[in-house]
């Protein structure tokens, strides 16, 4: 998800500097929902995973 983010910032980079802006406004704002949805799943599965307790071996 994070290679999403990555490829959005890139090609907002280029269509900026290309003119484009707003290309670059909507690739940078997709970019930013992507972000915080990758963040905020991160942050369930990591309280998901301290509720669940210790893993038996």
């Known amino acids: 998800m994070l290679n999403l ?3 959005l910032l890139i ?3 280029i269509a ?3 003119g484009f802006g707003g290309i670059a ?4 704002g997709i970019a930013k929902i992507v972000f915080f949805v990758a963040l905020l799943l991160f942050l369930i599965a990591l ?3 301290t ?3 210790p893993r038996a071996l």
């Open 51 to 53: 509720l669940r307790g």
């Open 47 to 49: 309280v998901a995973g």
């Open 25 to 28: 406004m909507a690739a940078v």
């Open 11 to 13: 090609i907002a980079l």
């Open 5 to 7: 983010v990555v490829t």
């Open 16 to 18: 900026a500097v290309l």
